[in-house]
């Protein structure tokens, strides 16, 4: 199918656009992007920010916008809460490079699929896994780290500080 | 009948089939995300829109107002702690909690700015102080840790219950917002727990107190109705009198301090214009965020 053809063009392209903050990884494999759809010349692109005050949103708009930019006559991305981002969205890929990139990936906190509903206050404070060595034993520092998306965690088995992606 | 989902014309257009695309549990597998989107046409589920009266409407403006001045407010005075908290760890959280919730703010002004055909920055920095919707609860400066603590705890819990009651409101763009939101006041709010028990146990304790007995009766009138309310909850846009939410925030926070040793005594009811005061505090505050914004009118950068 033709219009197929032209949506999975999007969905390559936005494989290359990476995200502003860590840019190890896409916005594809943060799990943002929320839908891609034709309307005739027109391709509308939903963007599901992390974080709602997150700084970096602005950046991501436009650097999708500027890649999207030939592949329709117009291109439109939207940011929308319809379906809020949780760190559910974060691909397997993507938490792998994050790890990598020295980030804890979130713990999962469950799938779920409802737009509303309460975050357990015992689930998001899990111990978290070094992405350094692997060791469990380690501890929070702090929940609030230097961007709103991250915390701060000390593993004492190889005594290195690291950050893990919060689970929202 | 099911309940009408009240839909602005102007902000629906990005939501109208945006959510029923890559759940979350749709995401095990690579590519998952991308065949979900592509069905994502075929599921769009049509919902009732149905036109807002203007007596509504100009009641969903006021109540948007509220909640937005509440959160930017509060995240500019708590801004003041960034590089002079007590600790460098807390000079962090206070800083991204405060990120947040002016975060909160625009959000919410973007989405009265869509109401009322509007500009987002000029709703924020753009009106006199005595146009501030915020509760009064606001209207102190930061003063010491005590107090900072003490007003965001009474903030916090009762944020939450009023944002769980907006996660149910028919008006769309609202609900999916408080729903987002939610999630990330969760953090602030273990914070602040933490922080009051804290205190409480040790020397602090009575500095505490001084701070809780103090915020006590602004913090009611985060709960003050608003004019208009009868036609929000109508509309089910409100879904519970802000008198009801108030008792349940009560019931909340009422054990806890009380386990904690603070007697706070029966608290007056909500005052009718408990978002209406301003204070010669809250006017140094507006003249420190507008300062730069009205050193030259409708500059950008």
Same mark, same amino acid.
């Given at each position: 199918?033709? !219009?197929?053809?032209?949506?999975?063009?999007?969905?390559? %392209?936005?494989?290359?656009?990476?995200?502003?903050?860590?840019?190890?990884?896409?916005?594809?494999?943060?799990?943002?992007?929320?839908?891609?759809?034709?309307?005739?010349?027109?391709?509308?692109?939903?963007?599901?920010?992390?974080?709602?005050?997150?700084?970096?949103? &602005?950046?991501?708009?436009?650097? =999708?916008?500027?890649?999207?930019?030939?592949?329709?006559?117009?291109?439109?991305?939207?940011?929308?809460?319809?379906?809020?981002?949780?760190?559910?969205?974060?691909?397997?890929?993507?938490?792998?490079?994050? +790890?990598?990139?020295?980030?804890?990936?979130?713990?999962? =906190?469950?799938?779920?699929?409802?737009?509303?509903?309460?975050?357990?206050?015992?689930?998001?404070?899990?111990?978290?896994?070094?992405?350094?060595?692997?060791?469990?034993?380690?501890?929070?520092?702090?929940? #609030?780290?230097?961007?709103?998306?991250?915390?701060?965690?000390?593993?004492?088995?190889? /005594?290195?500080?690291?950050?893990? #992606?919060?689970?929202? | 009948?099911?309940?009408?989902?009240w839909?602005?014309?102007?902000?629906?257009? @990005?939501?109208?089939?945006?959510?029923?695309?890559?759940?979350?549990?749709?995401?095990?597998?690579?590519?998952?995300?991308?065949?979900?989107?592509?069905?994502?046409?075929?599921?769009?589920?049509?919902?009732?829109?149905?036109?807002?009266?203007?007596?509504t409407?100009?009641a969903l403006?006021?109540l948007?107002?509220?909640?937005? &001045?509440?959160?930017?407010?509060?995240?500019?005075?708590?801004?003041?702690?960034?590089?002079? %908290?007590?600790?460098?760890?807390?000079?962090?959280?206070?800083?991204?909690?405060?990120?947040?919730?002016?975060?909160?703010?625009?959000?919410?002004?973007?989405?009265?700015?869509?109401?009322?055909?509007?500009?987002?920055?000029? =709703?924020? #920095?753009?009106?006199?102080?005595? &146009? #501030? +919707?915020?509760?009064?609860?606001?209207?102190?400066?930061? !003063?010491?840790?005590?107090?900072?603590?003490?007003?965001?705890?009474?903030?916090?819990?009762?944020?939450? !219950?009023?944002?769980?009651?907006?996660?149910?409101s028919s008006y769309?763009?609202l @609900?999916?917002?408080?729903?987002?939101?939610? +999630?990330?006041?969760?953090?602030?709010?273990?914070?602040?727990?933490?922080?009051? +028990?804290?205190?409480?146990?040790?020397?602090?304790?009575?500095?505490?107190?001084?701070?809780?007995?103090?915020?006590?009766?602004? *913090?009611?009138?985060?709960?003050?109705?608003?004019?208009?309310?009868? &036609?929000l909850l *109508?509309a089910g846009i409100l879904?519970?009198?802000?008198?009801?939410? /108030?008792?349940?925030?009560?019931? /909340?926070?009422?054990?806890?301090?009380?386990?904690?040793?603070?007697?706070?005594?029966?608290?007056?009811?909500?005052?009718?214009?408990?978002?209406?005061?301003?204070?010669?505090?809250? /006017?140094?505050?507006?003249?420190?965020?507008?300062?730069? @914004?009205?050193?030259?009118?409708?500059?950008?950068?």
């Open positions: 199918m033709v !219009t197929q053809t032209r949506e999975a063009a999007v969905w390559d %392209a936005l494989a290359e656009v990476a995200d502003p903050e860590i840019p190890t990884i896409s916005v594809v494999e943060l799990g943002v992007i929320g839908s891609v759809r034709f309307d005739g010349p027109r391709l509308t692109v939903e963007l599901l920010p992390t974080f709602v005050g997150c700084p970096a949103i &602005d950046v991501m708009q436009r650097d =999708i916008a500027e890649r999207l930019r030939g592949l329709a006559d117009e291109v439109s991305v939207e940011i929308s809460f319809a379906e809020p981002w949780t760190s559910e969205r974060i691909t397997p890929e993507g938490r792998e490079k994050l +790890r990598v990139s020295g980030f804890a990936p979130p713990v999962s =906190i469950g799938a779920t699929s409802a737009s509303a509903y309460e975050l357990d206050e015992l689930a998001i404070l899990p111990i978290a896994t070094c992405p350094y060595c692997g060791s469990r034993n380690t501890s929070l520092e702090n929940p #609030f780290g230097p961007t709103l998306c991250r915390a701060i965690y000390h593993c004492a088995d190889c /005594r290195q500080p690291f950050e893990q #992606f919060k689970a929202v | 009948m099911s309940r009408p989902h839909t602005d014309a102007n902000a629906a257009s @990005s939501n109208a089939d945006g959510g029923h695309v890559a759940r979350p549990d749709a995401l095990d597998a690579s590519g998952v995300v991308r065949r979900a989107a592509l069905a994502s046409d075929d599921a769009a589920a049509a919902s009732t829109e149905v036109e807002l009266d203007a007596t409407r100009a403006a006021e948007l107002l509220s909640v937005a &001045d509440d959160e930017f407010v509060i995240g500019f005075w708590d801004s003041e702690w960034t590089g002079i %908290a007590p600790m460098l760890e807390e000079d962090v959280a206070m800083s991204s909690i405060s990120q947040d919730e002016i975060g909160h703010a625009r959000a919410l002004y973007e989405l009265l700015a869509q109401l009322t055909d509007d500009d987002a920055d000029r =709703i924020a #920095f753009g009106r006199p102080a005595d &146009d #501030f +919707r915020h509760a009064t609860l606001m209207n102190h400066a930061r !003063t010491d840790w005590a107090f900072s603590i003490a007003r965001r705890y009474l903030y916090e819990t009762a944020d939450a !219950t009023r944002l769980a009651a907006l996660a149910r769309e763009p @609900s999916n917002l408080a729903a987002k939101m939610r +999630r990330e006041e969760t953090y602030h709010l273990m914070h602040m727990d933490a922080w009051l +028990r804290r205190l409480a146990a040790g020397a602090g304790h009575d500095r505490l107190a001084a701070a809780l007995e103090r915020a006590w009766p602004d *913090a009611q009138a985060i709960f003050a109705p608003i004019s208009g309310e009868g &036609d *109508a879904p519970e009198p802000f008198s009801t939410l /108030r008792r349940r925030w009560l019931d /909340r926070v009422e054990p806890v301090l009380s386990e904690l040793g603070f007697a706070l005594g029966e608290p007056v009811a909500a005052p009718m214009d408990g978002r209406l005061q301003r204070t010669d505090e809250f /006017r140094w505050l507006h003249g420190q965020f507008t300062m730069v @914004s009205s050193s030259e009118i409708g500059a950008s950068w």
